[in-house]
T-cell receptor, first 115, second 112 residues
């Protein structure tokens, strides 16, 4: 079955280190998204991509970067991890549609702790 | 993107029907209304989407009045497993221009 996976599921790192979170989907979806979710809050969009070589900033993109070299993967990089980036990170993907239903499928999440 | 307002929390009992209303006064003509469900330690899951009137699937119903300035998610006969956070989102139906904006959602607690 097609799916979306994230790795690692849990990560502890130190302030200033570079960290990369992986996201892989097997639906062949064009659209991929990264969100962060902090305790008691909804999800906030970090970066998103509508296809290979396409990346766009979301509402909380500072300190994060993404690259899209193929359809299946959208890795999220924290260039220099900060304690404020301690959060749960969700990756999602969706099919390209002109109108109507375009549900996003979410991965299981990665819990990142920056000490 | 249209801003949404929904109750922070709701309580219900098993077997009851639960209605969660979402306000979206500045919804645009090409916006759709979508609801997601999120269980603890999991990513959100799509429940239902609609444009106008009523939409029903095996999980829920979505009622949208003619002015589309609000919508109501209806969960029939809830069980303990329906305890979750429910998000109302409003945005373009075209997926290659739409970005989902999640608010705080409504935390539904179903009691035995």
């Amino acid at each position: 079955d097609a799916e979306i996976t994230q790795s690692p599921r849990h990560k502890i790192t130190e302030t200033g280190r570079q960290v990369t979170l992986a996201c892989h989907q097997t639906w062949n979806h064009n659209n991929m998204f990264w969100y962060r979710q902090d305790l008691g809050h909804g999800l906030r969009l970090i970066h998103y991509s509508y296809g290979v070589q396409d990346t766009n900033k979301g509402e909380v993109s500072d300190g994060y970067s993404v690259s899209r070299s193929n359809t299946e993967d959208l890795p999220l990089t924290l260039e220099s991890a900060a304690s404020s980036q301690t959060s749960v990170y969700f990756c999602a993907s969706s099919e390209n549609r002109d109108r109507g239903l375009y549900e996003q499928f979410f991965g299981p999440g990665t819990r990142l702790t920056v000490l | 993107l249209a801003k949404t307002t929904q109750p922070i929390s709701m309580d219900s009992y098993e077997g009851q029907e639960v209605n969660i209303t979402c306000s979206h006064n500045n919804i645009a003509t090409n916006d759709y209304i979508t609801w997601y469900q999120q269980f603890p330690s999991q990513g959100p899951r799509f429940i239902i989407q609609g444009y106008k009137t009523k939409v029903t699937n095996e999980v829920a119903s979505l009622f949208i009045p003619a002015d589309r300035k609000s919508s109501t998610l209806s969960l029939p006969r809830v069980s303990l497993s329906d305890t979750a956070v429910y998000y109302c989102l409003v945005g373009p139906g075209s997926s290659n221009t739409g970005k989902l904006i999640f608010g705080q959602g409504t935390t539904l607690q179903v009691k035995p």
